[in-house]
């Protein structure tokens, strides 16, 4: 009896001797999974987040480039809630030009990214935007800034649009040879010149192109203090050399109107200092541009006042450049 009790409890051991090894690497084995559990899970949040950063940048990007912002006609408007679009919007159809963003929109972005951005883009986030053409012209940078080294992730859009480099704020036309501007009637190419009222010597009577009598073809526009924060200004010619040397050009305001003009030459010529004092302290203005011709159909041209982003080198203020440019244009986002 007493061995058979011997037996028992050595039976009894090693049973649990047995259950004990069982439990150890029951245990180590639900450790490893657990491991390998959050090592999985991990990875997934990493993966769901760096892909929900993408699909963020990537409808941000779609979002700019494809909708002109609302109100649509944002870039003009002071205070209040907006929401920021970059797309062309044609001003006789009221319609989104496809492809095409507005270097308005770009530069009134440039001046409030800080606080627009942050309206379309998740909390805690930040971005560039730089805008790289095909061509010659030097890159946009709407806003740059190098992300830092505790960014957890860096989502990138890089998609191909046509950018309206520079604007047209003003175009006069003296094409003599195709529907003189006057036919047309007041209120269309032909305005009423705040001139037309003064005396002689300051007097704007317009052209007469079938006698060659010489006269003023002027035109209207409008400015503010953003545009001129944001943009330089250029009057140009087409064709760029004119041989009528008697031409003339003036731009100034309804309330501080100018005598003498100034001749045209052989490129572009730099209105920001003009613009600038007839601004004065006003926030917005309406100037023309005034432009002598000698009325002769042979030596016919156009003037323009055109925009382009502040800093561009006159070299790339080209006639050329008012069609719009192809450009990537580029959007990172991280947190």
């Not at 940048?57 to 779609?62: L, Y």
Request: some cysteine; hydrophobic content about 35%; overall charge negative.
């Amino acid at each position: 009896m007493f061995l058979s009790k011997i037996l028992d409890d050595k039976c009894g051991q090693v049973f649990s001797m047995d259950l004990l090894l069982a439990l150890v690497v029951l245990t180590v084995l639900i450790g490893v999974s657990a491991d390998a559990v959050d090592s999985v899970s991990y990875k997934i949040q990493d993966y769901s987040f760096e892909h929900s950063l993408q699909r963020v940048t990537m409808d941000t990007a779609e979002n700019l480039i494809k909708t002109p912002g609302n109100p649509s006609d944002w870039e003009k408007v002071s205070g209040g809630m907006v929401t920021p679009g970059l797309a062309e919007v044609d001003p006789e159809t009221g319609r989104t030009v496809p492809g095409t963003i507005s270097i308005k929109k770009i530069n009134r972005l440039k001046q409030e990214y800080d606080q627009l951005m942050p309206t379309i883009l998740p909390d805690g986030s930040d971005s560039t935007i730089i805008i790289y053409p095909l061509n010659a012209l030097p890159p946009i940078e709407v806003h740059n800034e190098t992300p830092p080294g505790s960014a957890s992730d860096v989502a990138v859009a890089n998609r191909t649009v046509l950018c309206s480099y520079m604007y047209m704020a003003c175009k006069v036309s003296m094409n003599a040879h195709s529907n003189p501007p006057w036919t047309q009637g007041v209120g269309s190419d032909w305005e009423i010149c705040p001139h037309a009222g003064l005396n002689a010597s300051m007097k704007h009577e317009k052209p007469d192109f079938e006698t060659g009598k010489p006269g003023w073809v002027c035109h209207h526009f409008n400015i503010t203090q953003k545009d001129l924060n944001s943009t330089d200004f250029y009057v140009l010619t087409d064709p760029l050399d004119l041989t009528d040397v008697s031409t003339r050009w003036i731009i100034d305001s309804p309330d501080k109107m100018k005598k003498n003009g100034e001749t045209f030459i052989s490129g572009p010529i730099s209105v920001n200092n003009e613009i600038k004092e007839l601004l004065g302290d006003n926030q917005t203005a309406v100037l023309w541009l005034h432009v002598l011709t000698s009325g002769v159909p042979d030596r016919s041209f156009d003037a323009y006042v055109v925009g382009v982003p502040k800093g561009t080198t006159s070299s790339n203020v080209r006639l050329d450049y008012i069609n719009p440019q192809p450009a990537y244009f580029v959007l990172r986002v991280w947190v």
